[in-house]
């Protein structure tokens, strides 16, 4: 099995991942360009016991939204009735080229915290997110998979 087609299986919850592997998968999956993202990406964790990922599930987060390089909403949560809206307790971000494990890729840099979201292609609309916390023990991964466009 290929290490795109494994990473699809963990984020379509066919398998759960093996202690490590987040990690090793991550740094095997290719780089993917900052301009790819564009758009609203529904998001999830792998572990959601994670303390980060206890979080997000507080918030009742649904995903982040790419509008252009320097307008991203890393905090996309939905409303007691459905809706989406922007989470604004994390501040805004931004998107960049960002060198991780030896590897350029697109990555979200949060313009008030110490907290960059890296990102690698498991397939055209699905990537994994490697979540780089200062002060933070481990990393969080998650993945997210891109909405189709609104007509």
């Known amino acids: 099995m290929s290490t795109e087609d494994r990473a699809l299986a963990l984020v379509l919850g066919h398998d759960l991942p093996r202690p490590g592997e987040l990690a090793a998968l991550f740094r095997e999956l290719p780089p993917v360009a900052p301009a790819r993202l ?3 990406w529904r998001g999830g964790v792998f572990d959601p016991e994670d303390r980060m990922a206890r979080l997000l599930a507080r918030l009742r987060w649904y995903g982040k939204r790419f509008t252009d390089p320097e307008d991203v ?3 996309v949560c939905r409303t007691d009735d459905g809706g989406l809206y922007t989470y604004d307790g994390m ?3 931004r998107l960049r080229e960002v060198v991780y494990e030896g590897v350029p890729s697109a990555a979200m840099v949060y313009d008030g915290r110490p907290i960059i979201d890296h990102f690698r292609l498991v397939a055209d609309d699905v990537l994994m997110g490697a979540m780089d916390a200062k002060g933070e023990a481990s990393v969080l991964y998650f993945h997210l998979t891109r909405e189709p466009e609104e007509p």
Do not use: I, M, R, Y
Request: charged share 10%; glycine share 22%; hydrophobic share 35%.
């Open 38 to 40: 564009t758009g609203l």
């Open 73 to 75: 909403d890393p905090l």
């Open 91 to 93: 501040g805004s971000a």
